[in-house]
């Protein structure tokens, strides 16, 4: 069974520029959430969506926005990027059902703003 | 106040030993619990989970849970140079929203 993949695992962008992130989770997950992972923050919550729908955020700024697909792949945009975006950023899949839920990392993207 | 609260370490235990990590929350209404390992570079991936009161073992790992004091820990037995790594506490809620620490840095000293 394949795990969550994300693309790409690198990017460079500069400042101002907007950057798009793709998500596919394991199969048969409909939930996708979205961490943004620096040294000093750790692990910080962007949104989940749910069968296409957001259905949890953090507090981010309207910069960051995401979306899901039918086939539940998440896509998440950064627009108008800033030096302080550079970090990891972590998308994690689950069945997003009630009960025990178990969210399982793709590798990353590591995002590098100049 | 943070949701979910751990020692940054680093924690450094020799080879052969037992580590233990903590771990605070302050949601009551938590309902499971994970703990994932992070090693540098890389992508956390999940350890165990629990979300019954007391303990669970899953081989050389212990995770123990206690709802009335919202603590729970991880104990690594026998502890091996390759559990050096950092080790994140996260919760969630009935709303399938989880919370992480920051993580505990672990070395094992061979």
């Known amino acids: 069974k394949a795990g969550v993949t994300q693309t790409p695992r690198y990017l460079i962008k500069t400042r101002g520029q907007q950057v798009t992130l793709s998500c596919s989770p394991i199969s048969g997950h409909r939930s996708v959430s979205w961490y943004q992972q620096t040294p000093g923050q750790g692990l910080q919550f962007l949104f989940e969506?749910?069968?296409?729908?957001?259905?949890n955020k953090g507090n981010f700024p309207g910069r960051f926005s995401g979306r899901q697909f039918s086939n539940s792949r998440s896509e998440m945009n950064v627009s108008t990027l800033e030096l302080g975006d550079s970090a990891l950023y972590l998308c994690?899949?689950?069945?997003?059902?009630?009960?025990?839920?178990?969210?399982?990392f793709g590798a990353g993207t590591r995002l590098s703003v100049l | 106040q943070k949701e979910v609260e751990q020692n940054s370490g680093p924690l450094s235990v020799p080879e052969g030993a037992i580590a233990s990590l903590n771990c605070t929350y302050s949601d009551r209404g938590s309902q499971s619990f994970f703990w994932y390992r992070q090693y540098s570079g890389k992508s956390p991936e999940l350890i165990m989970f629990?979300?019954?009161?007391g303990d669970k073992e899953d081989g050389r790992f212990t995770a123990q849970l206690n709802k009335a004091s919202q603590y729970v820990s991880l104990l690594i037995r026998d502890s091996q140079p390759s559990d050096s790594a950092t080790y994140l506490c996260a919760v969630s809620n009935t709303g399938n929203q989880f919370y992480f620490g920051t993580g505990t840095s672990l070395t094992v000293i061979p």
């Open positions: 629990i979300y019954s009161n």
């Open positions: 969506y749910f069968s296409e729908t957001q259905r």
């Open positions: 994690a899949s689950s069945l997003g059902l009630a009960g025990v839920n178990i969210q399982y």
